[in-house]
């Protein structure tokens, strides 16, 4: 996917953040710690540092949700980053976004922090974001 496709995607999917723009995929995807993975519209983009993964970005276009499109998606991630030598992954989402932390959660993934009034929503309101994490398998 190019870095308009994920925009577009983003800002079809995204309620509870601003989207990120074609050119902050496109600055997140120059660096060589990026991973992206793709399933049937849907993506992942993070980055693997040391031993360590972080999912920056995850969204499947409204008409393609439930589909299962990004626990695909983020399975491949997973793959990918272990490969890496990444042993676990984390993540931040939303307090309020009830569908990502229902997804996160269905996906193994445990809250271990809270950042307050981390997020400036759309509207200007503040929201806090939960620290979400998810222990690799060992290569
Ligand atoms: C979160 C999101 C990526 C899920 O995408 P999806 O392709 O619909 O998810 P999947 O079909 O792979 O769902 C896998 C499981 O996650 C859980 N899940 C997915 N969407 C959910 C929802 N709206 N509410 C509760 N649980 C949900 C379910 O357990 C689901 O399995 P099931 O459909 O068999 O019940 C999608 O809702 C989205 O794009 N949201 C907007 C972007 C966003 O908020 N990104 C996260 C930023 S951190």
Known sequence: MTPAELAGIAARAYRHMTPWTEAEFAATLSHPTALLTVGEAAFVLGRVVADEAEILALATDPDGQRRGAAR????????????????????????????????????????????????????????????????????
Request: hydrophobic share 45%; proline share 6%; with cysteine.
């Open 72 to 139: 695909a998606a983020l399975a491949r991630f997973e793959r990918a980053a272990a490969a890496r030598d990444a042993v676990e992954i984390f993540l931040e989402v939303a307090a309020a976004n009830a569908p990502a932390r229902g997804f996160y959660f269905a996906c193994g993934y445990a809250p271990v922090g809270r950042r307050t009034a981390y997020y400036t929503c759309p509207d200007g309101s503040r929201d806090d974001a939960l620290l979400m994490r998810k222990a690799l398998p060992e290569n």
